[in-house]
């Protein structure tokens, strides 16, 4: 079954360091997401992309944030300068279509700054 | 504003039946999403609701009613391996766009 992978699946960072968190959708879908976790709290939306295009994004995914699609098959998530707060689950998914397609989340990646 | 409301925690026996319910209030609805997500584990997709009514799968149902800012999710023949978190989350547009808001989640203990 195709699945979403993400890499890696723990990264640590200091403070004010620059980190990319690696995802591979699955190979059909069109859509893909950031979302984030901190530890104990609820699912946050960061941005959703389609066409090479920045769809819909959170308060949260202020200028800090960015997201690329560098070729057929990856798709990115780059924090420029990393706060504490930073720390959490970061969670690709992929859907064939938006809204009421299935989104497929990977199995996230831990990051800790500190 | 948005808000999303659902109970922190349930527990029910195993083989039983329950309804996790999930209130919202948000502009511009397109949809509402139910999943479910075990411990240090990803998210997986259980349900979508866009129109007022019930979804059935399986042993998943899902209702909405969207005039009441409203939705609920029944499991049914309840199992072990159902003692999860189930999120509710809606999709909203805010400030002239759309995002996908989520609760914090109804823990539920199944047992034996």
């Known amino acids: 079954e195709p699945e979403v992978t993400q890499t890696p699946s723990h990264q640590v960072t200091q403070m004010g360091q620059e980190v990319i968190l690696r995802c591979v959708p699955i190979?059909?879908?069109?859509?893909f997401y950031w979302y984030r976790q901190i530890l104990g709290q609820k699912v946050e939306f960061l941005v959703s992309?389609?066409?090479?295009?920045?769809?819909?994004k959170s308060e949260i995914f202020d200028d800090q944030f960015s997201v690329e699609r560098p070729d057929g098959s990856n798709f990115t998530l780059k924090i420029r300068s990393t706060k504490l707060e930073d720390s959490a689950m970061y969670f690709c998914?992929?859907?064939?279509?938006?809204?009421?397609?299935?989104?497929?989340f990977g199995p996230g990646t831990r990051l800790t700054v500190t | 504003g948005q808000n999303i409301d659902q109970p922190t925690e349930m527990t029910a026996t195993e083989g039983a039946i329950v309804q996790i319910n999930c209130t919202y209030q948000?502009?511009?609805?397109?949809?509402l999403f139910w999943y479910q997500q075990h411990a240090g584990e990803a998210p997986t997709f259980l349900s979508y609701?866009?129109?007022?009514g019930l979804e059935e799968k399986g042993r998943f149902s899902s209702f909405l009613s969207r005039s009441k800012g409203y939705s609920y999710l029944l499991l049914k023949e309840l199992q072990m391996k159902d003692s999860a978190s189930y999120l509710c989350?809606?999709?909203?547009?805010?400030?002239?766009?759309?995002?996908?808001?989520f609760g914090t989640g109804t823990r539920l203990k199944v047992l034996a």
């Open positions: 998914a992929s859907s064939e279509a938006t809204a009421s397609y299935e989104q497929y």
């Open positions: 190979s059909n879908h069109l859509y």
């Open positions: 992309f389609y066409n090479n295009e920045i769809s819909e």
């Open positions: 948000t502009s511009g609805f397109n949809g």
């Open positions: 609701n866009v129109l007022d």
């Open positions: 989350a809606v999709r909203g547009s805010f400030s002239g766009t759309y995002k996908y808001i």
